[in-house]
């Protein structure tokens, strides 16, 4: 063959050519396709939380970088391994850290709650309209997360504040004379939390509600329920499916929250995301703030991955 | 069924929530005072402060680069994972992957930052390599994480695909690399298209993992608009809002229409 021909055979298939290129070099493309990712999580997924485990076990210093190693080597050959439980015991003795997971998991849990009631009625009333209002509302729902986060949050800072819209507006309406204190609360954080993850809640319920089948609601009201019968025994038990992802995707985020609390929460508004954050800039206490997220993997996110497995499993058996 | 006047009250009450924050920054940033919150006249001088701040704007362009190198390396990287998974039943680690990719989406900001900034530290002191930390180490953090998001997205247009098309094509004789850039690649562009916008805006909205990963000199946008909105309200920032606001909007407005006009037309 023609070097002119060769060059038109790969002008004409050219993916003919790479796959014969991998090959040659005795790569597979199937190997190559699962090998690139799976390295890339490895190196930057997991090796990380290794180091992660491996400096929460040795002693904060004054050097760069700021820890001790684990493993020392002596000038006489012995090498000698390290390991510090000082930093878990030190999470345990003091309440801060206690008092942080427990209070992240309450707030979590209690905006979860709000999240739902709010989006419930309006993803029910989405999947009832008709079409034309169900994609612009749909519209309506997704594009606050299309903008920055950041910038949703600081809008309610000039809203809660003490001159701000919501204290102006009642001022002005003469139903209080003092400014109220809105910002730098835990209800601030509750707020900010329920605000956020509101369209993550709506989506998922909507998406179930909108499969209901309409023909079950009218045999419950042929039978003579009520329409809160008919809401509480036929509806509310169809969508458990939605409930439960909606109230994952806002619990989840909500658990390892920093943003928000540390812009509208006050200064006793404990979050374990917010500890972590400051346990590292603030204290540069590296060890501390690697048990602390140690301590945070194996509370929360491990519990939550066993509970969506779990899941994942019943709903493919059925 | 009767309509009952509660979902519609609960519905308007609940948009209301949604946007009044928004369209009162919107409103705010024509405000001619400095306190954000009292309306004295309107102005156009804090889009002037905004476009003469070098920081802001050399932030804004540092998070922008970001953001498209890490969508794109992050589009790469899990759609290949995506592929793996739906295509290749059975291999050795599947369930690795599988669990590997989806732990991020889980994995609280906090410790995706932490923990690859004790990455970067300790392979700097080892291999030399990243030599300090800025805009190479965001982008590595960034693209591990919206590779996550961006194989959900793929691996559910990816198992929604009909298999006789690719089928077919093999029978024909196109090798599984060929058919994959002529028959699958095409019929998953639209969920590629949304994969990449959703890891770009994921990474330019990110404050927290940028914020430990980052060096000096590589602030990205949201590091520089979290230090000043920290210190209280500030006008500019409400411009900045604004701005992006108006662009997510029309874009989203777009899209839309252009998805509903589509099965209209073929109809």
């Known amino acids: 063959m023609t070097a002119e021909a060769a060059a038109a055979v790969a002008r004409r298939r050219p993916w003919t050519v790479l796959g014969r290129g991998l090959a040659a070099i005795g790569l597979s493309g199937k190997a190559l396709v699962i090998l690139a990712p799976a390295l890339w999580l490895a190196v930057f997924f997991l090796v990380p939380l290794a180091v992660v485990f491996k400096i929460s076990l040795s002693q904060a210093a004054i050097a760069r ?254 | 069924m009767r309509r009952g006047w509660f979902l519609p009250i609960a519905t308007v009450l609940g948009f209301t929530f949604l946007y009044a924050p928004i369209l009162s920054l919107v409103v705010f940033s024509f405000n001619e005072n400095r306190l954000v919150t009292v309306w004295s006249g309107f102005s156009l001088k804090w889009y002037g402060a905004l476009f003469s701040d070098p920081q802001m704007l050399g932030a804004a362009w540092l998070s922008l680069q970001i953001a498209a190198i890490s969508a794109t390396i992050a589009l790469v990287l899990g759609t290949l994972c995506a592929v793996a998974l739906v295509r290749f039943r059975r291999f050795r680690g599947r369930t690795a992957l599988a669990g590997m990719v989806s732990a991020p989406l889980v994995m609280p900001d906090v410790i995706t930052g932490l923990s690859l900034l004790l990455l970067f530290v300790a392979m700097e002191s080892i291999f030399g390599w990243p030599a300090g930390r800025g805009m190479l180490t965001i982008i590595i953090a960034h693209s591990t994480f919206c590779m996550a998001y961006i194989a959900v997205v793929v691996q559910s247009r990816l198992s929604d695909l009909d298999l006789s098309l690719e089928e077919a094509a093999m029978d024909l004789g196109a090798t599984p690399v060929r058919v994959f850039f002529d028959i699958t690649l095409p019929i998953i562009a639209p969920a590629l298209i949304s994969g990449w916008l959703l890891g770009f805006t994921l990474s330019l909205d990110d404050l927290v993992i940028a914020s430990f990963v980052s060096g000096p000199g590589s602030s990205t946008l949201p590091m520089v608009i979290f230090s000043k909105i920290r210190l209280g309200v500030s006008p500019d920032v409400n411009a900045l809002a604004t701005i992006i606001i108006g662009i997510v909007a029309l874009g989203v407005v777009v899209a839309t229409l252009l998805q509903m006009r589509r099965p209209k037309a073929r109809a």
């Not at chain 1, 000038?75 to 000082?86: A, E, I, K, M």
């Not at chain 1, 003795?93 to 979860?112: E, V, W």
């Not at chain 1, 042929?222 to 036929?234: E, I, K, N, Q």
């Not at chain 1, 501390?288 to 301590?295: F, K």
Request: hydrophobic share 55%.
């Open chain 1, 65 to 318: 970088p700021p820890y001790l190693p684990l493993l020392t080597f002596d000038p006489d050959g012995t090498v000698q391994l390290t390991l510090h439980l000082s930093n878990f015991l030190f999470l345990l003795s003091d309440s801060l850290y206690i008092n942080a997971y427990l209070n992240s998991i309450r707030i979590a849990f209690i905006s979860t709650v709000i999240a739902l009631l709010i989006a419930y009625p309006i993803a029910y009333f989405i999947a009832r309209s008709s079409d034309r209002w169900r994609n612009f509302l749909l519209m309506l729902v997704i594009l606050p997360f299309w903008t920055s986060f950041l910038l949703r949050v600081y809008a309610w800072i000039g809203f809660m504040k003490g001159n701000g819209v919501i204290n102006n507006t009642l001022m002005a309406l003469g139903i209080i004379n003092q400014p109220l204190v809105l910002l730098q609360t835990d209800f601030a954080v509750y707020v900010g939390i329920v605000y956020t993850y509101l369209p993550f809640m709506i989506l998922p319920l909507y998406t179930n509600l909108v499969k209901l089948d309409q023909s079950l609601l009218e045999a419950s009201a042929d039978l003579g329920a009520r329409p809160l019968r008919t809401f509480l025994s036929v509806t509310l038990p169809l969508s458990i499916p939605g409930v439960i992802a909606g109230s994952m995707l806002v619990f989840i985020p909500a658990l390892g929250e920093f943003v928000i609390p540390a812009l509208l929460g006050g200064p006793d508004t404990l979050m374990i995301g917010r500890v972590l954050w400051d346990e590292f800039f603030s204290n540069r206490d590296w060890p501390v703030a690697s048990a602390v997220a140690i301590a945070m993997l194996l509370v929360v996110v491990v519990p939550i991955m066993l509970m969506q497995n779990a899941q994942s499993a019943v709903v493919e058996r059925r």
